[in-house]
Every structure is written in C-alpha cells, then in structure tokens.
C-alpha cells in the first residue's frame, strides 16, 4: 500500500521560506509516475504547486514559479517543497501526492496533509 | 478565483441524482480527457472518485459516474446516500505549461 507523510514546520514568519519533506513508503520514487504538492487555504479550494519525476524534472503553478522548488531524493525515497518568501496567503494545509501520468494525469494516493500557518 | 467553475453548491434527497458541472475552456476541459473529480471529507485529504472523465478507480461505487461535453464535465451521484455528503472538485490538464487546474469545489448535501 502505497503511503505518504508531509513533515515540516507548521509555522513560518512572514518574508522566510516554507520546507516540507514528503516520505514515500510503500513504492519506489525511482520506479515511475510523478510527486507532487497541492495546497488548501483554510475554508477554499485546492491548487495545485507542482510535480516531480526521479529524473528531476518539474512543473510548477505558473502563478507560483518564481517562488517554488521542488526536489527529489531517491535515496531516501523522499521529495521536498521550498516555497520562499511566504506571506499570510501562503497560509494552507500542504498536500504531497502521487501523480499518474498521462492519460490519466490524475492524483491516487495523497498524504493527510499538514497545515502551516504563515505569521510573526 | 479558480481556472474551473463549479456550482458551490448542490443538494439531494437520498435515492436522489445529482449532477455537478464543471465548466472550463478548450484549453483544459475542451481540449483533454483528463479531467478528474475528488471527494474530500472535512479536516481529510482528497480522494479520487472518476478520472479520464468516465473511469472509476477501484473500489469507487458505481453510483458516481462522469461525463463531458465541449467545455464541461459532468459528475453525477446516482441513488444519494448520507455518507455522500461532501465537497467535490473537478481537475484537468491544461497543458505542459499548467499541467494541473482545478475548479473551486461544490458543497453536495444530502437533505
């Protein structure tokens, strides 16, 4: 059964950079499909950060490009978010989740998600 | 506001249908058949309930069906049940360079 777990801070201070670590069990990064990350602002909708294969390649919300980094560590079957400077908007329960390639393109099995708050 | 438009609200009686719509553009919805709806439980993450417009992963009900036309996708919750009260959101491609969009969720009650 394939599992996913968000770690990191759940606050940050405004103008600083967020980082969450998604570790994978149950499946090998290595073995195919693409990670990424979602975000849900409490009381609103989902939006969608970006993606990440094994071979490091990206997609990133265009609306978040300049801010966004995403990695991956295939030895430690694990992938990461980097989100700089964050202001209050950025304030969100973070999703990691697995992303099926095309046709389906779609997202089958996400993390429970973890909330981090952006303030002073 | 979200790339996709959704009702925010939709409601029925158990053993009803209902059908949540999902209106976009030939960029995304017109132009893809990789549009998706997920069924998500307050404070809990999203789950898949159709994707490739009319598939159902396993273990899905067949109760939940979708379908598209044009520039909008349809899903539809056939014989309503209590436990399908939720919010529901629709996704699609959009293209390589804003590969994931996604609508801004509809309340579905069942009264």
């Known amino acids: 059964q394939v599992q996913l777990q968000e770690s990191g801070p759940g606050l940050v201070k405004p103008s600083e950079t967020l980082s969450l670590t998604c570790a994978v069990s149950g499946y090998s990064i290595s073995s195919g499909y693409y990670w990424g990350w979602l975000r849900q602002p409490p009381g609103k909708g989902l939006e969608w950060i970006g993606s990440?294969?094994?071979?490091?390649?990206?997609y990133y919300n265009p609306s978040l490009k300049s801010r966004v980094t995403i990695s991956v560590d295939t030895s430690k079957n694990q992938f990461s978010l980097r989100l700089t400077s964050v202001t209050a908007a950025d304030t969100a329960v973070y999703y990691c989740?697995?992303?099926?390639?095309?046709?389906?393109?779609?997202?089958?099995?996400w993390g429970q998600g973890t909330l981090v708050t952006v303030s002073s | 506001q979200s790339a996709l438009t959704q009702p925010p609200s939709a409601s029925g009686s158990p053993g009803q249908s209902v059908t949540i719509s999902c209106t976009g553009t030939s960029s995304d919805v017109g132009g893809y058949n990789s549009v998706s709806w997920y069924q998500q439980y307050p404070g809990k993450a999203p789950k898949v309930m159709i994707y490739?417009?009319?598939k159902r992963p396993s273990g899905v009900p067949d109760r939940f069906s979708g379908s598209k036309s044009g520039n909008t996708a349809s899903l539809t919750v056939s014989g309503l049940q209590a436990e399908d009260e939720a919010d529901y959101y629709c996704?699609?491609?959009?293209?390589?360079?804003?590969?994931?969009?996604f609508g801004g969720g509809t309340k579905l009650t069942v009264l």
């Open positions: 490739e417009v009319t």
């Open positions: 996704s699609s491609h959009a293209g390589s360079n804003n590969p994931v969009v």
């Open positions: 990440i294969n094994h071979s490091g390649n990206t």
């Open positions: 989740a697995r992303r099926v390639p095309a046709p389906g393109r779609y997202s089958d099995y």
